[in-house]
């Protein structure tokens, strides 16, 4: 009775996949208890199709989710992520090759073109931010710094700039700048 019960529950995921009703078939496989090696087959399908469609966050996502083998899932995510650095998503690709396991090079590598890009059009808070969430050298961190308090100096904000001042211990003549403008 319960292995019918499987089947039937195998044979409903299946049509779901079949159909790219991933939610769906997730459901099914929650509501039925269905274990993933009843299922790879009909995963692999999808993962194989949604390869071939080229929408390899897909494809990648339910390698991970289901199990698939691991080298089916970097595969994947590889190219999803290249994607995302062809298009200038660089936060985001760093983002998503740490979620997916890539090598922590590949994670390196995306974090310091998002900080690069940052930079390069004034966005250093984000680009501190970045330099930080990533672990990159400390001298990014504090070209970032220098640029975002020089940016709260010229603009006026000087609690601002004492704040980052201080954050990433900038040199002491800084910090004395901004607090001779608040007082």
């Known amino acids: 009775m319960a292995d019918s019960k499987l089947a039937e529950g195998a044979k409903l995921f299946a049509a779901k996949m079949n159909q790219g009703a991933y939610q769906e078939a997730a459901k099914i496989k929650s509501d039925f208890g269905l274990p993933n090696d009843m299922l790879l087959e009909a995963v692999r399908k999808a993962y194989d199709d949604n390869v071939r469609k080229g929408d390899y966050s ?8 289901y199990d698939l ?3 089916l899932r970097l595969a994947a995510a590889q190219r999803s992520f290249d994607r995302k650095i062809d298009s200038e998503f660089y936060h985001v690709a760093a983002d998503y090759a740490k979620e997916y396991g890539l090598p922590e090079d590949v994670v390196r590598q995306a974090a310091v073109q998002a900080f690069n890009k940052s930079m390069s059009v004034g966005l250093v808070k984000n680009a501190a931010e970045i330099a930080e969430e990533f672990e990159l050298p400390p001298e990014m961190k504090l070209q970032a710094a220098m640029k975002s308090y020089e940016q709260y100096m010229q603009a006026g904000l000087y609690r601002k700039a004492l704040k980052i001042a201080k954050k990433y211990d900038l040199p002491e003549k800084m910090v004395q700048a901004a607090e001779k403008k608040i007082s």
């Not at 897909?58 to 989710?65: E, P």
């Open 58 to 65: 897909i494809a990648a996502d339910l390698a991970k989710k």
């Open 69 to 71: 083998p691991a080298d």
